[in-house]
């Protein structure tokens, strides 16, 4: 199976599979149907298979949590409004 890159001009068919990449780690689908007419964005998960594998799910998890976590007061370089405030304590 050669893999093409997916574009809106692309015409896909059942059974295609393909990769959506995303910031550090990659999504894995597989086409199962095709609607008739033209349907919402809610209805595309009835028509598509999540294929992704469970390390790409870690990775998304990790990046996901790796976000969240913000730097306690007073530790690392100071923010733009800290600077200035020193800036003036020291003028």
Do not use: C, W
């Not at 199976?1 to 597989?30: A, C, N, Q």
């Not at 799910?57 to 530790?75: C, E, H, I, M, T």
């Amino acid at each position: 199976m050669s893999e093409l890159p997916v574009k809106p001009s692309r015409d896909v068919k059942e059974g295609d599979v393909f990769t959506l990449k995303r910031h550090g780690y990659d999504e894995i689908y597989e086409v199962i149907g095709l609607p008739k007419s033209r349907v919402s964005a809610k209805f595309v998960e009835e028509l598509i298979s999540d294929q992704t594998p469970q390390i790409e799910l870690d990775k998304k998890n990790f990046l996901r949590l790796a976000r969240n976590v913000s730097r306690q007061k007073g530790v690392g370089r100071p923010t733009k409004k800290e600077r200035r405030d020193i800036d003036d304590f020291l003028e």
